[in-house]
């Protein structure tokens, strides 16, 4: 089965992890956020697009949930030794990946081509995309100001409310090589379990891709990242609660107007599964906390079955 992923965040990276466990994993492609990329002391930083690579590559700290196993922090504190800035975790082995991304980008290769490299020199089958090679960025408007993702997340610690997300340079952004590709030549289509606003909401910023999905011939199946609507990690549930007026699953699927068949929900949350159908969405309840290999191959699993019930 070939299945195209709409991917971001550490949610988005585990549930992949996971889904290729269940299926072949060169058949499946990861379309993934780019609003949250930015540049840290002169590098070019991805830092979705490296949770989904680590993830798939066995690299991934599964403990701390982003960035690499077996980290060293020396170079990020020799910066903040010398008064740099350090306000942004970049570990030693991580550092390699920028290095090499930077690199390449100066020397006019798009993100996506840089990325196909990084992905094969270290093992991973599984296509891992951009969402646009253009620039596109996250930006948050809070009663505190306005502020980039990463600013905002990371440096604030997103302690701000969140009264509008705004997607810089989606007006003339492009999918990336691929991208259509992938989603036209799916036989289901996955939004993987990653916040609707800051992380799934910056791909379909991209018009091409939001309408690749409106004209969709196969199932389209997103994974909610909410269990009793609370989230797992992050700000997700506070932002569906104040941009959506609630975190119940009906609440979420409104981020996804058109755009999806079914809903993977948490047995925590099977009491709202009614008010899902009523809108058009059809509920799949399962257990959908990823604490492990096995718990992330049974929801990849659920979210798959979807497909015989279309």
């Known amino acids: 089965m070939r299945v195209a992923v709409l991917s971001g965040g550490v949610g988005g990276a ?5 889904l290729v466990d ?12 780019v609003g949250d990329d930015l540049d840290v002391l002169g590098l070019n930083v991805s830092p979705d697009l490296d949770s989904v690579l680590y993830a798939l590559a066995g690299l991934s700290d599964e403990e701390r949930g982003w960035g690499r196993a077996d980290e060293t922090w020396n170079a990020l504190a020799s910066v903040e ?8 975790r970049l570990g030693d082995r991580d550092l390699a990946v920028h290095l090499v991304r930077t690199q390449e980008r100066r020397a006019g290769t798009p ?10 020199a270290l093992g991973v089958q599984t296509a891992i995309v951009p969402a646009t090679d253009a620039p596109l960025r996250t930006w948050l408007d809070t009663p505190n100001g306005s502020f980039p993702f990463q600013q905002w ?3 604030r610690g997103h302690r701000d409310p969140v009264d509008r997300v705004r997607y810089e340079g989606a ?9 259509l590709d992938a989603l036209h030549e799916a036989e289901l289509i996955l939004i993987a379990p990653s916040n609707p606003f800051v992380s799934i909401g910056p791909i379909l910023a991209v018009e091409r891709i939001r309408s690749a999905l409106e004209r969709r011939r196969v199932p389209c199946v997103a994974v909610s990242p909410l269990i009793g609507g609370q989230a797992v990690k992050g700000p997700a549930a506070k932002m569906l609660q104040r941009l959506q007026g ?10 996804y107007p058109g755009l999806i068949d079914a809903l993977v929900i948490d047995e925590a949350d099977a009491a709202d599964a009614d008010a899902l159908t009523a809108a058009g969405v059809r509920p799949i309840v399962t257990r959908t906390l990823m604490r492990d290999a096995a718990s992330r191959k049974r929801l990849a699993e659920a979210a798959l079955d979807a497909v015989a019930f279309a």
Do not use: K, M, Y
Not at 14 to 18: A, E, N, Q
Not at 81 to 88: D, M, N, P, R, V
Not at 172 to 178: H, V, W
């Open 171 to 179: 007006a003339d952004a492009r999918p990336a090589p691929g991208v």
């Open 153 to 155: 997340f990371v440096a």
């Open 246 to 255: 609630g975190t119940t699953p009906a609440h979420l699927a409104q981020c």
């Open 81 to 88: 030794a010398l008064g740099g800035e350090a306000w942004f």
């Open 111 to 120: 993100l996506s081509a840089v990325t196909a490299r990084l992905t094969a």
């Open 22 to 33: 269940a299926v072949d994993p060169a058949n499946v492609t990861a379309i993934v956020n």
């Open 14 to 18: 585990r549930f992949l992890r996971g």
